[in-house]
């Protein structure tokens, strides 16, 4: 229904408000910063697109680039099917309902910080229980040494992490089919399969959809646990966009390029936000 | 205290959804919009209670203008076609949560409880929540809601419509009794024909947001004024046909024809449409005006205590409605008798002819 | 196509029933016919939904055998069956296209895609969809997608039964009439054994040859549309079926008369002793006149329903229904009421005192 009160206005205003406060404002000093140079004393020399020129042309920016997509693109093709096979699997009756609802969203509420350092002692050869048990059965596994070990750990940490979010969306979905449609496929001798294909899938489309989403955003922009877990390394094998981002602005303090680093960082975010968005709309309307 | 609408339109977009519309319902008896799905009734019904407002016009509460009043401060009771309780409360609570946000006695409270508990005989379920009650007594408890207070005005959107059809006839029954002697304005909408006969009152015959003919029940139904109305308050569906009259003789084809009477004999000759309802196209001859007609049968329905039978006759497709059981079969062909007696003549313009 | 046999069946959802009231279907014994349409009608609760289960396979019941052609189906799947059914809310699969959907029961069974296609075609032009065939499905009005849901059962040549759970409750009421006679004629076309559950009782007499009334998880009366209107077998027949129903009033016998509150009536029954049970008259309000002597009566309120009246009265504190022609003039204040006499029936514990033949209740 159509509002034709003015005074509607007024009560979106301290959402207008919050949301400059806390991210057009920022977001305003990080232009600020990117088109300029300082070396500190609130100085300022004008740069121009020096800095998105260097970042964008850089072999440091397109390794991290490179990373950060490989390891999107691995955590979003492990989670979304791994999540919905288990949301497959999970009871849609009975007692085993909430108890497998909170098992499942118990990792989501451990925070990313802990999650790291959790996970850096779980696999220390020495003393971890998975570090010393993998070398025990004779794998020589020791990530702070190895790039293979050091991804693979920080991937299989991320899915453990967060493929319960995909689940708990994944079931919702699940949830809200009717038992008219299963017994329909019944009637019509539909397969295991065409029950997935016809009928679950199509119904779980929309919170898939947001899913994906959420799990492209976050993976993308992931700091904490690999920060905590391996810090970028070893070298620079787990150095994503976001570590090697603030290793520019922190550790080397150049601020120039690193706001011009974030910059395309979230004009890419972005991008492929507004892709899924595109999608998911056509999808609705249709 | 009456409610009037004046000039009243609602536009959404580009689309009228209200078309400019003057209306009095006076209180004491039931104001019936009758009208098919998206005929407009809710989106009426809306604005007079200030649910919704209009793009044109004023709506007056006993000559006040409330166009721009919010409904809260309206004194307005609003029942829905769906069952709406608070879940958690009892039906007590339930009942008397409209009067708990004013300042009445606990003694006052309690005595209109009763009043209302009594009228709908609700009494043995006070206690209980809800989801204990079956869909009749349910709707039962949100009537009671509306009821408690003292309101200017109801609104009764299809109240029955989400009921058994026995329930829905029990209920139907006790409705104009309930609102007797109330002082209420009451509105309510409603989509089926033989509903709004029952009820009694008034009734504005809706479509497409356009009020057809707003009267007496009674006389909407055996007087209407254009085709619209007619076909509004019409089910099974009103038969129209193309007719001429010339020579003193309506005819309906070139070899079916019968001298004009009433208020046929008057009007000019020409080109007419004739509107019949189906229960004057009978099965069995009845009577000097019964027109023999012969078609054959295409569908058939039978309820309790009567046979509807849609037929076709010359291009022409016809419903007949009969009392009891008749065992037309489909493909048959059959006899019907029109009672030329009962026809409604329409100009090309569709007012009816006087 | 079979004929369908329930044989004892009784079904209750508790592990082990000990009394009658255990029971969601107390005890249901007939045959339908191959290629019959029949509707099971009753308020809810009555028991029909839990039937529609046990014949599509949902569920099996806790007693009695179900034979399809003879050879016992009890314990199979709905699939193994062979039955169609359409839901109260239409299913259709969103993602194809309505020919996809028509094609998808004969696709999952291996059918040879020329053959679908003709199958396809043949269906779609009985349900009058042609021009819908390469639309999706999702964006379709409700009557059309029960028409699919129903497409999808009439396709498959092997379908025993195909049974119906109330398909118009999402149809606006303007559509209706025209899907329910629409399905009326599809099953003059198919003939395929058709079973319809409803609680409405012109979808169901508008359907069916044989309507199958149920209350209290029995069956009351299996008849033709005719049959229950003209002699309902229980009171809660009479009374479901008509509106307004048939009216119901408790009688005495007095020196092997039918007593009405002291007013002697006649009535076609045998006369039988109440023996401690409840003892009815039924007539219904088409056969009760006004008269200028007679059973005395207090008018209390008119109904004018268009083509006729109702005219409601009080015989003692029983309400009785009477209806009116539109013509006849409406008495006010206290009257006279007759009933005519091969019309009004003596009922005993609910029951039609000269049945032919008994139900047996457990």
């Given amino acids: ?286 | 205290m009456n409610l009037e609408l004046k000039d009243v339109a609602k536009r959404v977009g580009a689309e009228m959804h209200i078309h400019e519309t003057n209306l009095v319902l006076e209180p004491g008896e039931f104001n019936v919009l009758l009208g098919a799905t998206n005929a407009g009734k809710t989106t009426l019904m809306k604005l007079m209670a200030g649910l919704d407002s209009p793009t044109a016009g004023s709506v007056l509460y006993g000559g006040v203008d409330v166009t721009k009043t919010p409904p809260q401060k309206r004194s307005i009771s609003f029942v829905h076609q769906f069952f709406i309780n608070y879940p958690h409360l009892s039906v007590r609570d339930n009942i008397i949560s409209p009067l708990k946000l004013s300042k009445m006695s606990d003694a006052e409270i309690n005595k209109r409880l009763e009043a209302t508990v009594d009228l709908l005989r609700l009494g043995p379920m006070l206690d209980r929540k809800p989801h204990e009650l079956s869909g009749g007594q349910q709707q039962r408890c949100a009537l009671a809601r509306a009821l408690i207070k003292d309101s200017t005005a109801v609104f009764l959107d299809e109240p029955l419509a989400n009921l058994d059809y026995k329930l829905r006839e029990e209920l139907r029954a006790e409705l104009p009794s309930i609102f007797a002697d109330r002082g209420s304005i009451v509105v309510y909408a409603t989509s089926e024909p033989a509903e709004a006969l029952m009820l009694g009152g008034h009734t504005a015959a809706l479509n497409e947001g356009h009020i057809a003919q707003f009267g007496a029940t009674s006389d909407v139904y055996r007087t209407p004024v254009n085709l619209t109305a007619a076909e509004v308050f019409s089910d099974p569906p009103l038969n129209t046909i193309s007719v001429k009259k010339y020579d003193g003789c309506i005819h309906l084809s070139e070899t079916l024809s019968w001298p004009a009477e009433g208020t046929a004999q008057h009007m000019p000759d020409g080109n007419y449409t004739l509107g019949v309802r189906p229960h004057f196209v009978r099965a069995t001859g009845h009577g000097d005006s019964a027109i023999e007609l012969n078609g054959r049968i295409q569908v058939t329905e039978l309820s309790g205590s009567e046979s509807v039978a849609h037929f076709s006759m010359g291009g022409g497709t016809w419903v007949s409605q009969a009392n009891g059981l008749h065992p037309f079969k489909v493909g048959e062909h059959h006899h019907f008798y029109l009672d030329s007696s009962k026809c409604f003549y329409f100009d090309s313009h569709g007012q009816a002819v006087r | ?362």
């Fill in chain 3, 1 to 362: 196509m079979a004929k369908i046999k329930l044989d004892n069946i009784r079904h209750s959802y508790y592990p082990n029933p000990s009394s009658d009231d255990d029971f969601a279907l107390k005890r249901v014994h007939f045959d339908w016919d191959d290629g019959g349409a029949y509707a099971l009608l009753g308020p809810s609760g009555c028991g029909k939904t839990t039937l529609l289960n046990i014949i599509s396979g949902l569920l099996e019941p806790s007693h009695g055998k179900l034979l399809f052609d003879d050879n016992e189906v009890t314990s199979l799947s709905p699939s193994e069956r062979n039955i169609a059914q359409v839901f109260q809310f239409p299913v259709i699969y969103d993602t194809m296209t309505v020919y996809d959907n028509l094609a998808f029961p004969l696709r999952n069974r291996g059918v040879d895609e020329a053959r679908i296609d003709v199958k396809v075609r043949e269906i779609s032009s009985m349900l009058e969809i042609d021009d819908l065939l390469l639309t999706k499905a999702a964006g379709l009005s409700p009557d059309n997608k029960q028409k699919i849901s129903l497409g999808r059962g009439l396709v498959r040549e092997d379908v025993n039964v195909i049974m119906f759970d109330e398909p118009l409750t999402v149809i606006d009421p303007h559509l209706k009439w025209k899907l329910r006679s629409k399905l009326k004629e599809l099953h003059q076309k198919v003939k395929t054994t058709m079973i319809y559950v409803t609680h409405d009782q012109t979808e169901a007499l508008t359907f069916a040859d044989q309507v199958v009334v149920m209350n209290f998880g029995q069956v009351l009366q299996v008849g033709t549309p005719d049959a229950l209107f003209e002699r309902p077998e229980h009171t809660f027949v009479g009374h479901f079926i008509g509106s307004p129903g048939m009216n119901v009033l408790p009688v005495e016998i007095v020196d092997g008369q039918v007593s009405l509150g002291g007013h002697f009536l006649e009535v076609s029954s045998p006369i039988v002793e109440a023996e401690g049970k409840s003892l009815e008259i039924g007539v219904r309000p088409e056969f009760v006149r006004i008269a200028e002597q007679g059973i005395p009566a207090t008018v209390v309120n008119v109904m004018d329903v268009g083509r006729h009246k109702v005219l409601q009265t009080l015989v003692g504190s029983q309400k009785v229904f009477a209806v009116l022609n539109e013509d006849q003039p409406v008495p006010e204040g206290s009257t006279y009421l007759t009933f005519d006499k091969p019309q009004t029936r003596l009922y005993k514990d609910g029951w039609l005192v000269d049945l032919t033949y008994e139900y047996e209740v457990l």
């Fill in chain 1, 1 to 286: 229904m159509k509002t034709e009160n003015p005074r509607a206005w007024l009560l979106v205003l301290p959402v207008i408000l919050l949301v400059a406060f806390n991210a057009l404002i920022p977001l305003m000093t990080v232009v600020n910063y990117s088109v300029q140079e300082t070396f500190g004393n609130n100085v300022f020399f004008w740069q121009g697109v020096d800095w998105f020129e260097q970042v964008l042309h850089s072999e440091r920016f397109h390794d991290a680039l490179g990373r950060q997509f490989l390891f999107t693109g691995i955590i979003l093709a492990v989670e979304i099917p791994l999540g919905v096979a288990i949301a497959l699997a999970m009871p849609r009756k009975g007692i085993w309902v909430p108890i497998c609802l909170i098992l499942m969203s118990l990792p989501l509420l451990i925070p990313w910080n802990v999650v790291g350092a959790m996970w850096n002692i779980f696999t220390l050869p020495d003393i971890g229980l998975m570090g010393y048990g993998l070398n025990w059965l004779g794998i020589d596994y020791n990530m702070t040494q190895s790039p293979l070990a050091a991804w693979v750990t920080l991937i299989v940490m991320d899915v453990w992490h967060w493929t319960s979010l995909v689940v708990l969306l994944s079931y919702a979905g699940l949830v809200s089919i009717p038992d008219a449609y299963y017994q329909a496929a019944e009637i019509d001798g539909a397969s295991k399969w065409s029950v997935f294909r016809y009928i679950q899938l199509p119904k779980m489309k929309q919170v898939l959809m947001i899913a994906i989403l959420l799990r492209f955003m976050d993976s993308f922009m992931i700091y904490t646990e690999p920060f905590v877990l391996t810090g970028g390394g070893p070298g620079n094998s787990t150095t994503l966009l976001s570590i090697d981002l603030v290793k520019v602005a922190l550790g080397q303090f150049d601020l120039g390029p690193a706001a011009a680093m974030s910059l395309i960082y979230f004009a890419i975010t972005l991008l492929v936000s507004w892709v899924f968005y595109t999608i998911m709309n056509k999808d609705v309307k249709e």
